[in-house]
C-alpha cells in the first residue's frame, strides 16, 4: 500500500502523519486513542496535554505488558509482527513529536 499523508488533531495539537496503513484502521486507532485521552483526562483531572499524553502512553503500555503477560510464550511470528509494530510505533512518535515542537514554536512566535 503506498504511503498516505493523514491530518490528525489530538490532544490541541495538529500534525500531519505519513502511514502505509489504509484509513479505515488509522481511523481506528485515533478513535482508541481518543477514548483513552478521554478516560485518561476524566480519571487524572490532567488538563495539561503534555502531561495527559504521557499518561496515555503509560497506561496504555501497562494493558499491552499485561496482555503479553497474560498470552504466554510468544511464537517466531508473533516477534516478527511486534517488531514491525515497534517500528511503526517508533516512525509515528518521532513525527509526533517533530509535529509538537512545531506547533509549540509556532505558539511562542504568537506570544512574543
Known amino acids: 500500500m503506498p504511503l498516505e499523508t493523514v491530518r490528525v488533531e489530538l490532544l ?51 494493558e499491552l505488558m499485561r496482555a503479553r503477560a497474560d498470552r504466554g510464550p510468544r511464537t517466531e511470528l508473533d516477534t516478527e509482527r511486534s517488531d514491525e509494530i515497534g517500528v511503526i510505533a517508533e516512525r509515528l512518535i518521532a513525527r509526533i513529536d517533530d509535529s509538537l515542537r512545531e506547533a509549540s514554536a509556532s505558539r511562542t512566535e504568537h506570544v512574543e
Do not use: N
Open 12 to 62: 490541541g495539537a495538529s500534525f500531519s502523519i505519513q502511514t502505509d496503513e489504509g484509513k479505515d484502521y488509522l481511523d481506528a486507532v485515533l478513535e482508541q486513542l481518543r477514548a483513552k485521552v478521554a478516560e485518561v483526562k476524566e480519571s487524572s483531572k490532567v488538563d495539561d496535554p503534555l502531561k495527559l499524553a504521557i499518561l496515555v502512553g503509560i497506561y496504555l503500555v501497562d
